[in-house]
């Protein structure tokens, strides 16, 4: 099956910095990626979807691109609730693969 | 305003099966597919499988064996089942709705998630 990985698997940042998240798809994808913000405790939220369109409510300093294999999150500046474990996840087809993770912390 | 609740027994022991139930408020009950997730403590999040009115069914191929994804349409409710569960299978399991058109399924709402526990 398909696989989706993330790097890195953790990350720390200053508030205010730019911070970039890849996930990786070992077959293409298109656009059909997805990315979750999770906060310690909380259910999952979805951020983007179609690999680079924001979900209404979400921050614009969430950003995403990225096609076919390779594809990115950035968060433009760091803001202190922005602390939380963010996933990419393939759904083009099932079945619909989570990535492994990638925590952020504050520096 | 979409709300998924879900229930079920959360303390199992191995060999027991799971069972979980999601009710859906709100929405139509026909144009999603009804998904369940789970994440063990401290760890990712595994997709299990979804069904849709149609009846169309995808399974994880790691569990397939063991899951069945089913909907009482009539209760918009759907539940899995999830049989010889073991301690690797301890996680909170979450039901979720995935918005859907071809083959493709983008979850946008979720439910509260249900720890499960196996343990002797």
């Known amino acids: 099956d398909l696989q989706m990985t993330q790097s890195p698997s953790s990350l720390s940042a200053s508030v205010g910095d730019r911070v970039t998240i890849t996930c990786r798809a070992s077959?293409?994808?298109?656009?059909?990626l997805a990315w979750y913000q999770q906060k310690p405790g909380k259910v999952p939220n979805l951020l983007i979807y179609?690999?680079?369109t924001l979900q209404s409510g979400v921050p614009s300093r969430f950003s995403g691109s990225g096609s076919g294999t390779d594809f990115t999150l950035t968060i433009s500046s760091l803001q202190p609730e922005d602390v939380a474990t963010y996933y990419c996840q393939k759904y083009n087809s099932a079945p619909r693969t989570f990535g492994q993770g990638t925590k952020v912390e504050i520096k | 305003q979409v709300q998924l609740q879900q229930w079920g027994a959360g303390l199992l022991k191995p060999s027991e099966t799971l069972s979980l139930t999601c009710a859906v408020y709100?929405?139509?009950?026909?144009?999603?597919?009804w998904t369940w997730i789970r994440q063990p403590p401290g760890k990712g999040l595994e997709w299990i499988g979804e069904i849709n009115y149609s009846g169309s069914i995808n399974y994880n191929p790691s569990l397939e064996s063991r899951v069945t994804i089913s909907l009482d349409t009539p209760k918009n409710q759907f539940s899995l089942k999830l049989t010889s569960m073991t301690a690797a299978d301890t996680a909170v399991y979450f039901c979720?709705?995935?918005?859907?058109?071809?083959?493709?399924?983008?979850?946008?709402?979720w439910g509260q998630g249900t720890l499960v526990t196996v343990s002797s």
């Open positions: 077959q293409g994808i298109s656009s059909f």
């Open positions: 979720a709705r995935g918005r859907y058109s071809s083959t493709w399924s983008l979850i946008d709402y």
């Open positions: 709100g929405g139509s009950f026909n144009l999603y597919y």
């Open positions: 179609g690999a680079s």
